[in-house]
């Protein structure tokens, strides 16, 4: 049996709400919560907006990153990417401030004969799916794009699969948030949710008790230090990621969408910056820029856009994807009551911002659980006879 709240809370009641992690997710899901009435803290280890919601591309790619296997963290993307048009408008409209959505669409490229057979049978899988991807020739891609390498083999066209500026969406949300009226604690890192007789009773900031009748663990790829005994730890673990940006001219950019190629991808921002992102190593929370890592990026980058090389690089960085075992999302109730995981977002953290801020919400204000993060619960991980 699974775990749940109970008895619901509605607005009116106004439950005092912890929040653990301002990165994205944990601002949002503060944001619609207090603009519904609850009484919010949202606490954080370092700044508002740090962590992987820095770090990150913002790159809404539900279509082009689907894989066998993951049909339901499918469904769960491509709902989160519907929701993303009213989901900028409201938080534009809150906070002032623009995150650039941009409708662009997403282009994967072949540059080999085996990058396209590759991509002809993700083509495939994708049309099984009834996805909106289409084929596009060398000389197609290259009429989009004419700075692209000459000898592109063909690509998928992404016409669903946009961006969105993510250190500006982080910037709005902590905007949005405190016009809500809701406390932000930065610098203010819970060491352990603290609870009585199987329910939360707050968190616990150095030896201070701050009370909460619900907390919401949304700290990404620091859920795990975070003691939430006597329930067990969430398998979520760190995954190291290296970017850099090189800058455009904002006024004749070299590349106008998202771009994945072999072993990287490209995204161009409105300011003339160039995101490209990002290793994928298993190593802990280790913040070394390496010369292989970084070497790596630009060599694929390169052979996709070799116009790249005249680009001044003006950024070079290290993000922290919190990945959970099966590289999927935890949303839902913990084993203690009043726990609430949204944490594990691994490569979406972007894009399922809207969806798991309405599964949270909807749980918390109302009890319901949102069909499409059904599927996503902590009790996934435990011991089947453990789960019934």
């Known amino acids: 049996m699974s775990e749940s709240l109970s008895p619901p809370f509605v607005a009116t009641s106004r439950p005092r709400i912890a929040i653990v992690g301002a990165g994205v997710i944990g601002l949002a899901i503060g944001w619609k919560l ?49 929701l993303w048009p009213g989901f900028a408008a409201a938080l534009e409209a809150a906070s002032g401030l623009e995150v650039e959505y941009r409708e662009s669409g997403t282009l994967v490229v072949a540059l080999t004969a085996d990058d396209a057979a590759r991509l ?50 982080a910037a709005a949300l902590k905007a949005a948030a405190l016009t809500t009226g809701l406390s932000l ?30 907390v919401v663990l949304a700290a990404g790829a620091w859920s795990r230090g975070v003691d939430i005994a006597p329930a067990p730890p969430l398998p979520v673990r760190p995954i190291k990621g290296q970017m850099l940006a090189l800058q455009m001219d904002p006024a ?56 790249i090389e005249e680009l001044p690089v003006i950024e070079q ?14 949303l839902g109730p913990g084993a203690l009551e009043g726990l609430v995981f949204a944490t594990g977002h691994h490569r979406n953290g972007i894009l399922l911002l809207p969806v798991t801020v309405r599964a949270i919400t909807d749980l918390i204000l109302a009890g319901r659980t949102d069909p499409f993060a059904a599927p996503f619960g902590a009790d996934r991980f435990r011991p089947r006879a453990a789960a019934e």
């Open 34 to 82: 207090a603009e519904a009435g609850c009484r919010v803290d949202i606490f954080d280890a370092g700044k508002a907006g740090a962590g992987a919601s820095h770090a990150a591309a913002g790159m809404l790619a539900a279509c082009a990153e689907a894989e066998p296997g993951e049909e339901a963290l499918l469904g769960l993307n491509r709902e989160s990417q519907r």
């Open 120 to 169: 002809r049978h993700q083509h495939a899988f994708q049309q099984q799916l009834g996805l909106p991807v289409e084929w596009l020739t060398g000389a197609e891609v290259r009429r989009r794009e004419p700075h692209l390498a000459t000898k592109i083999s063909g690509a998928l066209w992404c016409p669903q699969d946009h961006q969105a500026d993510n250190r500006k969406v």
């Open 317 to 330: 960085w290290v993000g922290f994807r919190p990945g959970s075992r099966d590289d999927a999302p935890i």
């Open 252 to 307: 004749a950019p070299i590349l106008s969408h998202v771009l994945w190629g072999p072993g990287t991808y490209l995204v161009p921002r409105k300011d003339g910056r160039l995101i490209i992102g990002a290793t994928v190593e298993e190593k802990g929370f280790d913040t070394s820029l390496t010369a292989g890592g970084q070497l790596a990026l630009l060599t694929h980058a390169w052979r996709a856009l070799p116009t």
């Open 185 to 214: 604690h930065e610098d203010a890192s819970v060491a352990k949710v603290a609870s009585t007789a199987g329910r939360v009773r707050g968190v616990m900031v150095g030896d201070d008790l701050h009370p909460a009748d619900i």
